[in-house]
């Protein structure tokens, strides 16, 4: 166990919908992660928020969105979906901001869209 | 744009046997992380090597780092089967967003 937190486990929806994933970091951590797992796309990195700022964009689609509160916790706001945004997400937090240490990864969260 | 190779992205071996997954990439980087993920489940931290020359080892597995070459190794000192799993290697890019690059992932299965 990580220490990282995801919830739903599984979501199942429709083309068109919007879904929120959540996320709750490690104790102490102040970085948040998000990405995202699919066997075309391997796994990518999408979005980093570090103490309630963004601070890094990966190959976050305009229909995805995130943030992260004042108590850390972050969620992922994916709308408008598409059969290809079937995916498992996960969710990683570190203490500091520039890398150069372990990201923990959550439990994931498995998305089908149908 | 960074690039992570890894390869074999498919390796079946048996049990007693050494052998060693290749991870290259394609910029300059001295962040470079290993982790393990068993079907279905999430990513465990194995390794995280930050300098040219890095070394470490746990258990049957040691990683490896060449800042130069570019180029990680991830081996296997004979195998057991519950090393059995897909291994991903990913970089940290250096004044880049500080989210990793990862590689396909090599899918290991040891049998007995």
């Known amino acids: 166990d990580s220490g990282v937190t995801q919830t739903p486990k599984h979501l199942i929806t429709a083309t068109g919908q919007r879904v929120t994933l959540r996320c709750s970091p490690r104790s102490g951590d102040l970085s948040v992660y998000w990405y995202q797992q699919s066997l075309d796309q391997g796994l990518q990195f999408l979005i980093q928020?570090?103490?309630?700022?963004?601070?890094a964009k990966g190959n976050i689609l305009e229909r995805f969105s995130a943030q992260q509160f004042p108590d850390l916790h972050s969620e992922l706001n994916l709308s408008s979906l598409e059969l290809g945004d079937s995916a498992l997400y996960f969710c990683?937090?570190?203490?500091?901001?520039?890398?150069?240490?372990?990201?923990?990864f959550g439990p994931g969260t498995r998305l089908l869209v149908l | 744009e960074l690039k992570v190779e890894q390869n074999p992205l498919f390796l079946s071996m048996q049990e007693g046997k050494n052998y060693t997954i290749y991870c290259n990439y394609s910029?300059?980087?001295?962040?470079l992380y290993w982790y393990r993920q068993d079907p279905g489940k999430s990513l465990e931290s194995l390794f995280v090597?930050?300098?040219?020359?890095a070394v470490k080892q746990e258990g049957r597995l040691m990683a490896s780092l060449d800042t130069k070459a570019r180029l990680s190794t991830l081996h296997i000192t004979a195998a057991v089967h519950d090393l059995s799993a897909t291994y991903f290697c990913?970089?940290?890019?250096?004044?880049?967003?500080?989210?990793?690059?990862f590689g396909k992932g090599t899918h290991l299965i040891i049998q007995p």
């Open positions: 990913a970089v940290d890019e250096v004044g880049g967003a500080d989210g990793l690059t």
């Open positions: 090597l930050l300098s040219n020359g």
């Open positions: 910029t300059t980087s001295d962040r």
């Open positions: 928020y570090y103490n309630g700022e963004e601070r």
């Open positions: 990683a937090s570190s203490k500091r901001p520039q890398g150069q240490e372990t990201q923990y």
